[in-house]
Structures are given as C-alpha cells and as structure tokens.
C-alpha cells in the first residue's frame, strides 16, 4: 500500500474525482500516482487514496452507486438493496436515517458525485478546485499537494485563540486554496459546471419530552455500538464509571465477542472514578479490565517536543497526547480490533446553559427557577446574570463587540459567557499585532450566522462539532498505533436523538445528564444511573505539574519559533511564559493551543516545502 508522505498508516483517506476525460489529468499528478483506485462506471478514476481491507462497503443498483468508507451498521448485501429503490444521489437523504456508524459517504449517479463527511466532523470533507474540475477529499493536505499550495498563516493565527475560535472561524482549513465543506452539507460534484453545497441536515425541533427521547438515545447509541463492534472480534472500551463511556462499555459488553475496560487512575484530589469504575465492573463479570496504576499515567506536556503522527492541521490535545496513546501502549494490539470512547457525551447529552436565554422567552417562570438552581451552584450574581438574560444582540453583534478585546486579559468568570452567544475568545499575550490583524482579516470575510436560531442549540452544536473534530484527531493518532477507535456518541443518528429533546428537560441544575439516566434504565446498575459527580479530565495540578517536569521539552519548541518567523508571536516573550513557575493571566490551556501550532508547523516541514500564503 502507497502512503502519503507523513500520512496516517492504516487510516483510511481518499479523493474524489468526477466522472469527466479530463479529471484523469489530476489522477496523474505525483501526489496521487500509485494510490489504490475506484472507478467509475466508465473506467475513469473514482476513488484515489489508501485503505485498509473492509474500509469501503460499496453497492450498486440501478444508476446509483453509494460507498461507505469507514465502520458502519449495513453490509455491502444490505446497502445494495437500501438503495435499490433510490435513483439520483439527491435521494440518499431517505437512506441517511438507516445508518449508523463513522463513515464518509459518497455517491454517484449518472449526473454527478456527491461527498459528506459526518455531522459532528468525525469524518470531515475538504473542496479544491483543480484546473478546471473541483476535487474533494478527506484530508486537507492532500488537496494542498494537488494545488502545489502552502499553510495559511491567517488560520494559524485563528488557532491561537483560546478557549477556542468561535464558528465559522473553527475548523477552516489550514490550506490556502482548500475550503471545507460545512458538517451539515454535502458537495455535489459534476463534470461540466461547477461544485455546489446543499444543505442536507437542519437541527431538530427540540420539542420532545425526556420520557418521549429516552427510547430513541437508546436505539441509536445501541445501534452506534453495534456498528462499531459489527464484524466480530474483540473490542476494548475506556471506562470512567461516569454516564459517557459506561453505559457505551454495557452495551458493547452485549455485542462485542470479547471486551477488555481501560480505566486510567483518579485525575487529582477528589476524583471519585476509582469508586464508579469497581461498581460498574461488579455488573460486568465477563470483560477483562486494564487499570493504569496510580502515578504511571503520563503528566500533561510529556513528549510534546516529540515529532508525532503527522495530520492535516494542529492537534489541539497535544498536551494529552502521551495520555492518549498510552492506551495503544497498555492495550495488546491484538486483544482489540477496535477500541470504544465515551467522547462527545458533555457536548450531546446537556445543552449549553445559554439555552436559559432561550427558556426566559416562552417560559418565564421554569427559566428563573432553573436560573436559581445555577445561581446557588456558579454562585452568579444576581444582577449579572438578569443582565445576561436581558441581551438582546444577534450573534454577529456579540463576535463585534468581543473582536476589539482580543488581547486584553480574559474577564472574571460570570454568568454572561455561560448564558449568551459563548465565551469571548482571547489571543495570548505573546500573539503579535499580525496575529491580530490576521483574525480582524478573516472575520471580516466570514459570514456570522449562528448554526441555530436559538442560543442553547448553537452553543451545543458548536461544542458537538468541536468535540467531532478533536475525535478525528485523535483517532488518526490511535489508528497509527495500531488500535482504530470509534465514538458512539457521536454517531449522527445519536445527535440528532439527544437534540431532538427539550432544551431545560435534558439539562438541569439538580439532575446530572437525565437523558441518559432515563435512556439506560434497565441497562445500567440502580446506582451508576443515579451519579452525581463527574470526574476524569486532568486536575489543574497535575497541568501545572507536567509543566514543570517537561519544562525543558516546552523550551525546545521556543528555539527557532516557526510561529515567530511567521510573524504570529513573539518567541521572547513565550519563552518567558514556558520558563516561569507560574502563568500569571493567561491558562495553560492557551499555551497548549500555541505549542500545538509551533510543533504541528515543525511536523510539516518534511512536506511543506511549497509556498507559504500569508
């Protein structure tokens, strides 16, 4: 198999061409020469990329041609006759509801191509223009390989924004010339006009009750573990003994042939995981359980100086990566054909509190009383939080009234970011007048409409799809291991069944997470469905801890700043932050986001050495 130079190894990547004599010209170019193929009906080009076996279910029937490239719920026999009653790839919306699993999608009738990825962006898709054809593709660097074009440094300098860049600045492609196609539309591809993007997903109504969604998260989150465990052979699963991973490690414990749990140790003072993981394995006697033991679990920042797997833009967990990729290190390759997370369960299962914004519109009354219950949680002032309530400004008027304090020190935490549009994003102190003038720059051009009319469905969405986006990452570095890795959570058909719920009824100030208590009842033990804590992620310790024991590896990546000769930060000054004993302003989260951009640069260069577009 021919891999892409710094490509993933064993992840599935792909482009595809339209059914046109001339597009053979663009199969011929060095970047794609060698490369497994599909074709058309025709002979041409179809499909150019790398796979492994079994990461492509494709059907035909008709005029119609679907392809499937990932994991998912349907067999080749079984999508051949899904789609046998379908003529045009207009009509694969009515197949959409019929699968499950993380894949992207492509289509071919007689009349074009059409290409998406996944509605959270576990699965992403990226447009180029090629002469005079329009390419798609699953990876954006190998579009810029095509085209012969560089990084884009305005979109690095959108990277440093912390605690992220607001949508439509997140998740752009860091290549010039490469756009991506939006997680909710697909890219019609036609041989004689140019591409267009339809929109093929609009968020549900959001107006079922608890008792009326709990049914549907259950038969999609069992349908999204079936998939994942479809085929047969072992399966592993991270279990925290919290509502995301254990009830997708029950479930999986009912299907997969075999399941080895993974559990990492307490994440700091307080951490009651331990507790939740030995009751949860109490009711799963079959499953065999690795435990990273106390203190072995890498410190945040480890290896970070460390060249890595090489993706197709900065990875914004780098300061975790060592965490991530011990489990492929603790997990036999061969005790696991793929490995389950409870990722994207934060971001589906609860609305962001900014849908009380919503609630104080049609329902007064329940919004003040679940105002009360966060209030004496946050401790948020009184007038601070009616104040938030009462802020009537459209989302392109919040982003414009944040864009002139993108520099300043982030404001005191308070009821406005959790309850309006969402947290103003800041640049780091050591961001340049350039990274501020190229963040000016690309919002101007953008367009500032919100992914739903309502705050508390934006909000969610844009977190969902952070999160989506992460996970392919991430996945990309587990597959390189050597252990592929799934998120049910994520699955499309399990977003839209969380969604579909009311706002306030699947987020509360006195119930933690009661979709899903209400969804694995009968599944899970009495008491893990009735957890009110939640612990995981890494303590603030233990960040400062691993900045201090790799202080050295952080320096290394302040020597020669590639960010600095970009022009974006000032390597004085970041050297000085990476060398304190404390970070007086800004978190360690921004200098995460910083030093994922100088060591992604840094990985690139191998392969980068085509012009650079400011």
Known sequence: MTHLPGSVHGEAWFVVLPDHAAALAVSHVPALAGLQRVDHSSGRPWLLGQWRDGAITCAEAGPLRVALIGYCSMTEAELTAAIRPLHTVHDVDRLLPRLSGAFHLVAADPDGVRVQGTLSGTCRAFRARAGRHDLVASRSDVLARVLGTGIDDRQIAVRLLSPAAPHPLQGQSVWSGVQAVPEDAYLHLRADRPATTTTWWHPPAADLSLAEGAPRLRNALSAAVAAAVRGGGARSCDLSGGLDSTPVCFLAARLADRLTTFSFPPAGTGDDDPYWVKTA??????????????????????????????????????????????????????????????????????????????????????????????????????????????????????????????????????????????????????????????????????????????????????????????????????????????????????????????????????????????????????????????????????????????????????????????????????????????????????????????????????????????
């Open 281 to 614: 394995l109490a009711a799963l006697p079959d499953v065999e359980a690795v435990f990273v033991p106390e203190g072995e679990a890498p410190l945040p920042f480890a290896g970070v100086s460390t060249s890595g797997t090489v993706i197709d833009e900065p990875y914004p967990g780098l300061e975790d990566r060592a965490l991530l990729l011990d489990v492929t290190r603790r997990l036999p390759h061969h005790s696991s054909g793929r490995h389950l997370t409870g990722h994207g369960g934060d971001e589906v299962l609860e609305c962001m509190l900014s849908y009380l914004h919503d609630l104080a519109r049609t329902r007064p009354r329940l919004a003040w009383a679940h105002l009360r219950g966060y209030r004496a949680r946050h401790r948020w002032p009184l007038r601070d939080s009616l104040a938030a309530l009462a802020d009537r400004r459209s989302y392109r008027q919040w982003f414009a009234a944040a864009l002139p304090h993108l520099t300043e020190a982030p404001p005191p935490e308070s009821p406005t970011e959790h309850l309006g549009w969402g947290q103003a994003p800041r640049l780091p102190s050591w961001a340049t007048a350039r990274a501020v003038d190229a963040v000016h720059s690309l919002a101007e051009e953008s367009p500032w409409t919100p992914l739903a009319a309502q705050r508390g469905q934006h909000s969610t969405l844009e977190a969902v799809r952070f999160s989506g986006r992460a996970t392919r990452l991430d996945g990309w570095l587990m597959t390189d291991s050597g252990l592929p890795m799934a998120a049910p959570l994520l699955d499309d058909r399990v977003v839209e069944a969380c969604l579909a719920v009311r706002p306030h009824e699947r987020t509360t100030p006195w119930h933690y997470k009661p979709l899903m208590t209400e969804a694995m009842r009968g599944l899970l033990p009495h008491e893990l469905l009735h957890r009110t804590t939640k612990g995981g992620g890494v303590a603030e310790e233990l960040w400062y801890e691993g900045l201090r024991r790799h202080r050295n590896e952080l320096l290394a990546l302040t020597e020669e700043s590639r960010l600095a000769a970009r022009g974006l930060i000032d390597a004085v000054a970041l050297r000085r932050m990476c060398a304190s004993s404390f970070m007086p302003g800004p978190s360690p989260h921004a200098l995460a986001l910083t030093l994922a951009c100088e060591a992604w640069l840094r990985d690139m260069e191998p392969a980068a050495g085509r012009r650079d577009d400011a």
